[in-house]
């Protein structure tokens, strides 16, 4: 039984394109992390933006930030925006053009005319040529950036950041909870070397088990439940039900049988990701990584639960309809929790589908919200177990003859049409 249920999920095409898709994913968004180590940073910078950043706090540092991308992105009419987690490119028309301008001149004192044709010096990121680091760089030349607080109150730069929030649209980087971000700084040495010796001291393990789980669980929660609506509708489409519904099974071992060969090869492709990420990362610190369990460990606790929810969807909806309308719910949970999850687990919830980590440091913030994580994908993994209990009692109902199914309809249609 359950090689027969195995046969049919590795012969499926959309099994095949979950393989590719998830090695098209490791090669694409992890494998680079795993060209070039991460020094030890050295004292000498004022600052160290490769180890990442953090917010300041600052409303002045918050407000020349904001107001240095805004000037930027009104003289492009080019503004960057993130509805639902995508990165979208918003041009505003004319009118809106002109309300931006009426924002930014309250704020700088400069018309729109004036900004337009003014060159500031606005900081920009490049690469220092000796030591490879990401510094920023302010221009030589230009106008000194306006002093907004000169002009307004935070109060009153809040409110103003909203209106031009609302002409950009859904997910805004002048929304008041992105604000917070246009003040974050690079970290100094001092807190550059804390967060390298925290990803030292997991002998490398913890931090890119942790970045490879952030990019596996994005894909792995969605691809599953066409796996699982193809095998469903199989027997349908074959016209084998009615063989299927006679055999001598109960529909609990036959729904769970189908289901777990899904999970089971579903998870042994993310795990061999998982085993490769790891070699890989011993070849990149030779002799100094330890704790390569970590990656099987993480990959297990974190990935497997999202493939079970989404395969135990798929099963749920094509049982309770004989459509694949389960990928219209799955397609619309997936998108959604793409756009309202944070990219480290400082923002996780208890329900969040898909848990972010997207870095290989923050381990005090990952740490912090391990508990919440565990408990999320423990209800996960429950939900998604009930959701195979109720497909099981679905099945063995319509085996019965006392549940609506489409095969009832189509056969009372061809026997209409033979009399």
Known sequence: MLLKEGKKVLMSIPFLIFVIVMVIDYQTQYSSALCQKIEEPQPGQEEYPIYGFTDSGDTEMIMQGAIETLIGEYSANAYSSYPFGFYKEVRLNDNEKAEMGDILAALTGYTAEEIVNTAFKIPYMTQDEETGALVSVIPDTGEEIPVVSEHVSYQEFQQLMGQASD?????????????????????????????????????????????????????????????????????????????????????????FARYGMIVLLCSAVVLIIAGIAALGLMKLYPGEVSGVFEFFRLTAIWVIPSIMASAAIGAFFTELTDTPAGILFMLGYWYFSIGTTSLTMGGLKWLTFMPRHNTEFMVEEFAANYSKFLVNRVLFVVASIALVFITAFILERKRRGRWFSLDKISIRRKKKSEI
């Open 167 to 255: 002409l950009v649209g859904g997910g805004s980087s002048y929304s008041v909870d992105n604000l917070a971000a246009m003040g974050s700084r690079p970290l100094n040495y001092e807190e550059a070397d804390e967060v390298y010796q925290q990803l030292r001291a997991s002998g490398y393990s913890g931090g890119y088990a942790r970045l490879l789980c952030d990019y596996l669980c994005i894909f792995s929660g969605l691809l599953p439940v066409f796996i699982a609506i193809a095998i469903w509708l199989r027997d349908r489409s074959a016209k084998m039900r009615d063989i299927v519904w006679t055999r001598k099974i109960s529909s609990i071992r036959l729904t």
